[in-house]
Nanobody, 125 residues
């Protein structure tokens, strides 16, 4: 059984920073493991934020977060982090970490197999 757990959400003022972490355990990792971050605001669909290929380290970002968010991995700890800088009120959402085994950097939530419970990020103006 694969478990995915996010930590690090909270309340921050606009312009501030937060760092989210995602730990995945179980029979998770293969040569094509990717780990992604998605977010969902109230009344809206779940949107892609960023993704990283676990072995290669290649990344992809949504246009709305490019230059502000950075996704990275820590192989020693089996974790993926999302560093969020210059936060805006429109970044407010529940952030989810997801894991999949795909030979490409998937940006659609339907391509992911395992999900965490989510962590709330609130950015005040």
């Amino acid at each position: 059984q694969v478990q995915v757990v996010e930590t690090g959400g909270g309340l921050v003022q606009a312009g501030g920073s937060l760092r989210l972490s995602c730990a995945a355990s179980g029979r998770t990792f293969s040569s094509n493991t990717i780990m992604g971050w998605f977010r969902q605001a109230p009344g809206k669909e779940r949107d892609f934020v960023a993704v990283i290929h676990w072995n290669v380290g290649s990344t992809s970002y949504a246009d709305s977060v490019k230059g502000r968010f950075t996704i990275s991995r820590d192989s020693a700890k089996d974790t993926v982090s999302l560093q969020m800088n210059s936060l805006k009120p429109e970044d407010t959402a529940v952030y989810y970490c997801a894991v999949a085994n795909r030979p490409y950097l998937a940006t659609s939530s339907s391509r992911y197999d395992y999900w965490g419970q989510g962590t709330q990020v609130t950015v005040s103006s």
